[in-house]
């Protein structure tokens, strides 16, 4: 085994972990970067990067339903070949990037010898000026009889053909991104959730709302539903749940359990090495540092917000801790999105968490349907909701074409305390959506 001696070893090489080697790479530190499997962690090979490939292509396809009244024509394996070329564009680009980084492509864990901590694999022995953990989160799953026949998000998307039917397990932003492009690409979907709407962590009125387009859509969805067992049958799986008291089945070719994610803590050596940690992640206080102050752990793995660009800025709070910088994140203001059809994105407070803790509130709405791009590209189906209190934005929920870009503008006024009487007079080009924000802004 050979002993390295190095100013930073990170454990994982997911958006947190390789921003954070490169990073620390071109500060002039000495950096090793364990990765077990592939370069971008899950959101680029598994997630976030390769469904978005295949939702520009569902849109584009349900874009052309309202525009022309047609359906086009299309090769699953087209998409699917796409996909995997965009992955490893990506790649490349990560790898060219960590040039100065010593990569291991081996499975890493902590060892406490002699009162210090070390990082150890299979060739490798590693002391450290600083270590940090990024090893991310992996699939949550489910108790029903017959969970095995179930594919993760990871496998759904190493298949190389459209099934013609797919049953999902779980409505959350997986679940719902799925739904919503196997549904434009011609799949009959079903959706299961335990809870008693969709997108549970979203403003209730944009569920609400994204549900009755769903349905419109074709989409069955049911909510309260207690999966209880899946069944393998001629042609694919039923799956079995207990929704209200009835008991509902529906058979389709793949099942999907997109029942959320936990994180990933397993065969790292915490506990021998004195880490705190339970089912939630690992404990780490304002700086990111888990008990041992020169061991930090950053991103899905300590639990809370699991976003690729949540563990992309712990990685510069870390960064600027070991440099001995100040660097400060309001990690309140973090914007979310789905890629659904439509899409949804939120950022702050939800209505009723706004009520829930100030009380009396200022709500404004501006729907899609009043704004005369919206119009003119058939995009009329949802709105922007902002919640304000004391002439600040406490809170923003979008539904719509192009909230995944819009939610941005709020980012910006309430990272910045613009006030709302300020920002109604800033002027939006016409014809624009963003003039929806305005809209709600002038109420």
């Known amino acids: 085994m050979e002993k390295l001696f ?30 077990k499997s592939e370069l971008g962690g899950t959101c680029l090979n598994c997630g976030c990067i390769p469904t978005k490939t295949y939702f520009q292509y569902a849109k584009v396809r349900e874009q052309a339903n309202k525009l022309y009244a047609k359906e086009l024509d299309f090769e699953f394996i087209d998409l699917f070949n796409s996909k995997n070329d965009t992955v490893n564009v990506l790649k490349q680009g990560i790898k060219a990037s960590l040039a100065k980084v010593q990569i291991i ?28 953990i990024a090893t991310g989160s992996t699939d949550a799953s489910i108790k029903a009889k017959g969970i095995k026949y179930a594919v993760n998000s990871k496998q759904l998307l190493e298949l190389d053909h459209l099934p013609t039917s797919i049953n999902i397990i779980g409505g959350g932003v997986i679940g719902m991104e799925v739904a919503s492009i196997y549904n434009a690409l011609g799949v009959k979907v079903n959706v299961f959730e335990y809870a008693p709407m969709i997108l549970p962590r979203f403003d209730k009125e944009v569920s609400r709302r994204l549900t009755n387009i769903l349905k419109a859509k074709g989409i069955n969805i049911y909510n309260n539903a207690g999966v209880t067992e899946i069944k393998k049958v001629k042609g694919g799986y039923k799956v ?13 070719e793949i099942v999907l359990c997109a029942t959320g994610r936990i994180a990933n803590t397993s065969n790292l050596g915490l506990r021998e090495a004195g880490i705190r940690f339970d089912k939630k992640g690992i404990k780490v206080n304002k700086n990111l540092q888990t008990k041992n102050v020169n061991v930090y752990a950053i991103g899905d793995c300590i639990g809370g917000i699991m976003l690729a660009h949540k563990a992309s800025f712990d990685a510069k709070v870390v960064l600027n801790q070991i440099l001995g910088n100040k660097y400060k994140v309001n990690y309140d203001l973090i914007p979310a999105c789905c890629f659904t059809l439509p899409e949804v994105s939120s950022i702050g407070l939800t209505e009723d968490e706004a009520k829930e803790k100030y009380g009396e509130i200022k709500v404004v709405k501006e729907l899609y349907r009043a704004n005369g791009k919206a119009q003119a590209i058939k995009e009329t189906d949802g709105f922007v909701k902002l919640i304000i209190k004391n002439d600040l934005i406490i809170g923003a929920s979008i539904i719509g074409e ?33 003039e929806i924000i305005q809209g709600c802004l002038q109420k």
């Open 6 to 35: 190095k100013d930073l070893v990170i454990i994982g090489a997911g958006p947190g972990g390789y921003e954070l080697a490169s990073m620390a790479s071109s500060a002039g530190l000495d950096v090793a970067l364990f990765e």
């Open 105 to 132: 492509s081996e499975e890493a864990k902590i060892v406490k010898t002699d009162d210090k901590v070390l990082v150890s694999s299979e060739n490798y022995l590693i002391d450290a000026k600083n270590i940090v």
């Open 240 to 252: 079995i749940a207990s929704v209200k008291d009835k008991i509902i089945e529906e058979e389709a």
């Open 402 to 434: 192009e909230a995944n870009l819009l939610i941005h503008e709020v980012v910006a006024l309430m990272n910045a305390k613009v006030k709302a009487s300020e920002a109604k007079k800033y002027i939006h080009a016409h014809p624009t959506l963003s």
